[in-house]
């Protein structure tokens, strides 16, 4: 990459890259809490497809995001769990929380 090309990124679009859309703040938050295997994340986040879970998996793990430990056993066993790169992302997803419960309680005392 080109020095002019390296200044010229947005670090807001940058960041969006790994943590925006529907669901890698979702996966993220349910494997920080503690290592989760690929059936336990469909169990966690029922609306999502396995077909979106699997790439965004994969997507994270691209992005250093999540380690991926795959056993060698029948059936298979992989493991997620946060690298240190992706716990960084942790206190976004905190503020984010504390922003969603405060926007619940605004709302739900407009309706009352």
Known sequence: MKKNEKNNLCPVGEALKVIGGKWSLQIINEIGKEKRRFGEMKRLIPDI?????????KKLVSYDVLNRK?????????EYSLTEYGKKIIPIIVQIKTFGFEMIEKTTANKV
């Open 49 to 57: 497809s396995e077909k979106m879970l699997i790439q965004e998996l």
């Open 70 to 78: 795959a056993y060698p056993e029948i059936p298979p066993k992989v």
